[in-house]
């Protein structure tokens, strides 16, 4: 378990104090800089992957609606198919009844089995011009049957499936690159916890080597979390 900055501060006020010389102040003043951008790019670490969990539970949430919408656009589609086929025995009783012989002591029956499979045509197919003419944009929306206005409702629901699985995969693509940029958080929060240790043994060994390579260090890390914050170099998925 890594240190906070906080702890990194306390160690080098305490060497410090145990020194006063403008070596001892120099270095302690950087790790002071150094652990605050740390503070700020552990912060921004944090932040990205708690973006990421969220993103990736909006997709998942729009997926398994994408799931259900699919599910009932084939209920609906099954659904069309089976009153498709009851217009289609309808029309063919039609078709049937208008050319068959008809006994007259059977008129009336003919003439009910004529209003009823008529009817069924009507509702489902659509009803025609009363006049034969060709009918307005509004009044075919008005004697449109039940076949179109299902096929309709199917078409629109296979749609609002598509779209709430483009909308998931947008949300996961996103999640990618949060995650992304949150692995270069990381990899600068790792940089900068390097480069604190290495300045705090260049105070505890007085040695110079160690403040650079801390500096060095430290410039890395910072370098790495910007690519991170600008999304530089970060490939999309």
Known sequence: MTHGPEHHIEHAEHAEHAS?????????????????????????????????LRLQGEALELQTKASIMSTETANKWAYYQTKNMFNLESEIMVDVLSVVSIRTDRDKEHTSLMKKYTKNVEEYKGAKPANGSEASEEEKKKSAGKLKKIQKEAEDMGEAAKKLMKDSQAKLDESHIMHAKGDRFDLGELGLQF???LCSLAILTRSRGFWIFGLSASAVGAAVALTGQFSLFIGHH
């Open 20 to 52: 006063h010389d403008d070596f001892n102040k120099q270095v302690t003043m950087s790790i002071a800089i150094v652990a605050a951008i740390l503070a700020c790019v552990t912060m921004l670490g944090h932040r990205a992957h708690n973006e990421t």
């Open 195 to 197: 480069g604190v240790v």
